[in-house]
């Protein structure tokens, strides 16, 4: 199954009637996502799923595509996690950002009370990756018992080094 086919999938399950929201990609906001070297697939993944709002997929939000220019303009966690080549997409059940990784389009969430409490750190040390792509990820959020919807989930999921506890005193 393919990545579109597996968010509409994901939205199939969730009840969400994708063509009611749906709301073309802006040409400003494609552009964003260029500039930011985001992957081609993941633009077209992007562009397929723009909507009119945010969506709630069982217990996890997908940001609205075309609120991006706003976000850069107006948000300084977005600029710094985007400085990170992190691009904040959503969020978990506890306001954890999903982030995708520019770098290679895999999928995770980031600590939300460290990446905002530490600005002078890297976001990348409170980003659990979860090794897979948005629509993969929003699928298993449907289908795979006990996926993760926040970051400390996803850390004790994943195996992952940081675990969400720690101290600026231990670094």
Known sequence: MMDIQKMQAALDAAGINGKKHREPLRPENAELLRQWGVSEE???FLAEFSFDTDLTVWEVHF???NGLRKKLDWEDDFQRALRADLLLVGSGLNGDPIALD???SQVGYLFHDYFWE?????PRKFFIKLN???GQFFWNTQFVEDYPVDAYAAAAYM???FTGYWSPDES
């Not at 530490?118 to 890297?122: G, K, T």
């Open 118 to 122: 530490e600005e002078a750190e890297d």
């Open 159 to 161: 195996g992952a080094e």
């Open 132 to 134: 897979c792509t948005l």
């Open 102 to 104: 520019i770098r290679d």
């Open 42 to 44: 993941v633009q077209l």
């Open 63 to 65: 940001d609205q595509v």
